[in-house]
């Protein structure tokens, strides 16, 4: 009974963590405080600095709140989350807690413990902001994409093209050099690989490309010897690619 406890309580923990990444992902922007609570000085033993920097390495836009916010973020404060350290009392060694809250002041995510017990509190402090952001490393942006599918011919004229309307949507989930394109039953309907080119993508095991034309987007590829054009809405929250 009792490992069936620990069991239960371990999966709990899985999944309340895993929930907390899904959540994360979605914001672009992290802000950063030039000055953290605790200390005096502003940027004291760059932690500031460093927080920034360790939290760019996770794919975020990382802005200290000292610097100009960008466009998008001035205009709608509630697509960043706001960062802080939090320090535990301690004695013999420097213990703290990342906290990541939403512009409600909500906690999205609490990450594990980061602790050093150098004696210099300069290093001191990077070591434990290094070793808490190295549990963190499920923890990206991962922007978001919805994909409205429409077929629109075979062996077509892509300039006779249409605007029609949507059919199926589908999710992405970012995978190495690419995205893997989802429907809703987490089914893949294909993978698209990035190239050096912008708004072109090469379509994983179809012979054919992704590309933008307009405010579309046309996958285009070859079974046998026809061409099949489909026609895509696709939205990139945030940014395009």
């Given amino acids: 009974m009792k490992n069936i406890f620990i069991f239960l309580c371990v999966l709990i923990s899985f999944y309340s963590a895993l929930g907390q990444e899904r959540k994360v992902e979605n914001y672009k922007y992290i802000i950063v405080p030039n000055k953290l609570d605790f200390f005096n000085e502003i940027d004291q033993y760059q932690t500031s600095s460093l927080l920034q920097f360790l939290l760019q390495k996770n794919g975020f836009t990382v802005i200290l709140d000292s610097e100009q916010y960008p466009l998008e973020l001035r205009a709608d404060l509630c697509k960043a989350l706001t960062a802080n350290i939090i320090k535990e009392a301690s004695l013999f060694k420097t213990s703290i807690h990342l906290e990541l ?22 290093k001191s402090y990077q070591a434990a902001m290094r070793n808490l952001h190295s549990t963190m490393g499920a923890v990206t942006y991962k922007p978001k994409i919805t994909i409205e599918r429409l077929i629109i ?38 993978d698209v690989l990035n190239t050096s080119l912008p708004n072109i ?27 099949i054009i489909e026609q895509f809405t696709i939205h990139f929250v945030e940014e395009d690619h």
């Fill in 153 to 190: 011919s075979k062996d077509a004229d892509i300039d006779s093209i249409e605007s029609k309307d949507t059919r199926t949507i589908l999710s992405p989930q970012i995978i190495e050099n690419g995205y893997q394109l989802l429907n809703a039953d987490a089914k893949i309907i294909f």
């Fill in 101 to 122: 809250k939403d512009c409600f002041n909500q906690v999205v995510y609490t990450s594990n413990e980061g602790t050093s017990r150098l004696k210099d509190y300069k």
């Fill in 201 to 227: 993508f090469v379509v994983k095991d179809r012979n054919g490309i992704l590309y933008k034309k307009g405010a579309y987007w046309l996958l285009e590829y070859f079974e046998g010897d026809k061409r």
